[in-house]
């Protein structure tokens, strides 16, 4: 078992809430991903909050089957790992690998710093040392508010883009194919007056929108549609139903 260890220290005067310090404390938990090891505290050390974490293999995967996961997969490539999500959210920088910023791993950000927000002396260090070099990492209190302003951002624009439904909204095409998939663009008053890229939620729709109308750039249609948006603006329309076709216009 590898004796590695991660020292995390929060270095706050004042006491930190429980609801606060445990979800912390859970969020650093959730962002350690690696199959059959647990992140568990070695020692708490004397100081503001000062805990040493090690990667372990429960007992119970010891007993089924030999030791196949190599636990030097670094608590300090962890601490990159964490680093890099809350580098995205602190300034824009982008994470290491090669993948977008999951709502879950926004809200661990979010959460992890908040003690940090107590007071403005604050920090949150990690510390590793590590045959390969060490690793130290700080965040304070200035910069903990910016992590958890962005990712509140980044997780509302998260919910807009995979939730926002318009319902009886005015449509009318500017552009039409004969295909689903391809070169159809409406604009939505209700919703903005740009002309926007739309889809259909079936290929019924399509056919009655399309096919069934002899002139469907005059008419006016009432629909619900999905919007996917791009900050405050739409970039995508996926209609999900006719309300009614209002005729010619």
Same mark, same amino acid.
């Given at each position: ?14 006491? #930190? ?23 568990? /505290?070695?020692?708490? =050390? ?29 608590? %300090? ?7 890099? #999500? ?21 809200? +661990? ?20 040392? &590590? ?8 965040? @304070?209190?200035?910069? +903990?508010? $910016?992590?958890?302003?962005?990712? =509140? ?6 919910? =807009? ?20 998939? $391809? %070169? @159809? ?10 002309? /926007? ?16 109308? +002899? ?10 549609? &999905? ?8 970039? =995508? ?13």
């Amino acid at each position: 078992m590898s004796s590695e260890i991660l020292t995390l220290k929060y270095d706050i005067d004042k006491p #930190i809430p429980l609801e606060e310090f445990v979800a912390s404390l859970r969020s650093l938990n959730s962002l350690h991903s690696t199959e059959g090891v647990q992140l568990c /505290v070695k020692e708490i =050390r004397k100081g503001s909050y000062i805990f040493e974490l090690i990667n372990q293999v429960p007992d119970v995967f010891n007993e089924v089957m030999p030791i196949l996961v190599n636990t030097s997969e670094s608590l %300090g490539t962890f601490a990159k790992h964490v680093s890099s #999500i809350l580098d995205f959210f602190k300034s824009g920088k982008k994470p290491s690998e090669d993948k977008k910023i999951t709502k879950q791993e926004a809200q +661990a950000a979010h959460d992890l710093v908040a003690p940090l927000t107590l007071e403005n002396k604050s920090t949150l260090s990690f510390e590793n040392a &590590h045959v390969e070099g060490d690793v130290q990492i700080v965040y @304070n209190y200035t910069e +903990a508010h $910016a992590i958890q302003n962005a990712s =509140r951002k980044y997780i509302e624009e998260l919910d =807009r883009t995979t939730r926002d439904i318009k319902e009886k909204v005015s449509l009318q095409w500017k552009n039409l194919s004969d295909q689903d998939n $391809a %070169g @159809n663009k409406s604009v939505i008053p209700d919703i903005s007056d740009r002309t /926007v890229v739309t889809r259909f939620g079936s290929e019924m729709l399509h056919d009655k929108m399309v096919k069934q109308s +002899a002139h469907p750039f005059k008419h006016l249609w009432e629909v619900n549609v &999905h919007v996917e948006w791009h900050g405050e603006i739409p970039k =995508r329309y996926t209609i999900l139903e006719i309300i009614e076709d209002l005729g010619e216009v």
